[in-house]
T-cell receptor
Framework: AQSVTQPDIHITVSEGASLELRCNYSYGATPYLFWYVQSPGQGLQLLLKYFSGDTLVQGIKGFEAEFKRSQSSFNLRKPSVHWSDAAEYFCAVEGGYQKVTFGTGTKLQVIP | NAGVTQTPKFQVLKTGQSMTLQCAQDMNHEYMSWYRQDPGMGLRLIHYSVGAGITDQGEVPNGYNVSRSTTEDFPLRLLSAAPSQTSVYFC???????????FGEGSWLTVV
């Protein structure tokens, strides 16, 4: 069975600092990988996705993620965080037929 | 473009009552699914559908029923509500496997 682990429940960074959110997955083959963001009281919005090819994926809002097969990881990064990035971030893996498994999420707090 | 529409947005039920959460999408998506979100648990898949007339169970299907009579609609039925079903429910749809998943805005359900 597929699974996703987000080891950091809560992260605090200063505005302008760099950010890395960790994600490890478990799946037998090459999966589809996603990062979603959720603002309070809202649904989820896709930041970026990886299917195949280039292991560094660019997304919206200046985010990027790198797929590392050897480490079963798909970490999300941003060079300079803005206050509006404060939200909860979910990593997800799809094994097919839209059977998507989400991680437990990482809440990002941005301090001035 | 309405996207994915869920109703109701808020609902309070008494233990043992039944109800239906409605979900409709206007993007002609084949894949639809229901998730529940609980604090610290991420999103967990309840049921999903890969097309009209085809449904399957996800990770936490007990106590819920679904049907997919049309491409547009995917209602979620709570048969006999229990306090453990207090949660936020999200309906989602996508064009096909590996494509962006679009989420509704959520339905907040409280069972007392």
């Amino acid at each position: 069975a597929q699974s996703v682990t987000q080891p950091d429940i809560h992260i605090t960074v200063s505005e302008g600092a760099s950010l890395e959110l960790r994600c490890n997955y478990s799946y037998g083959a090459t999966p589809y990988l996603f990062w979603y963001v959720q603002s309070p009281g809202q649904g989820l919005q896709l930041l970026l996705k990886y299917f195949s090819g280039d292991t560094l994926v660019q997304g919206i809002k200046g985010f990027e993620a790198e797929f590392k097969r050897s480490q079963s990881s798909f970490n999300l990064r941003k060079p300079s965080v803005h206050w509006s990035d404060a939200a909860e971030y979910f990593c997800a893996v799809e094994g097919g037929y839209q059977k998507v498994t989400f991680g437990t999420g990482t809440k990002l707090q941005v301090i001035p | 473009n309405a996207g994915v529409t869920q109703t109701p947005k808020f609902q309070v039920l008494k233990t043992g009552q039944s109800m239906t959460l409605q979900c409709a999408q206007d993007m002609n998506h084949e894949y639809m699914s229901w998730y529940r979100q609980d604090p610290g648990m991420g999103l967990r898949l309840i049921h999903y559908s890969v097309g009209a007339g085809i449904t399957d169970q996800g990770e936490v299907p007990n106590g819920y029923n679904v049907s997919r009579s049309t491409t547009e609609d995917f209602p979620l039925r709570l048969l006999s509500a229990a306090p453990s079903q207090t949660s936020v429910y999200f309906c989602a749809s996508s064009l096909s496997s590996g494509n962006t998943i679009y989420f509704g805005e959520g339905s907040w359900l409280t069972v007392v």
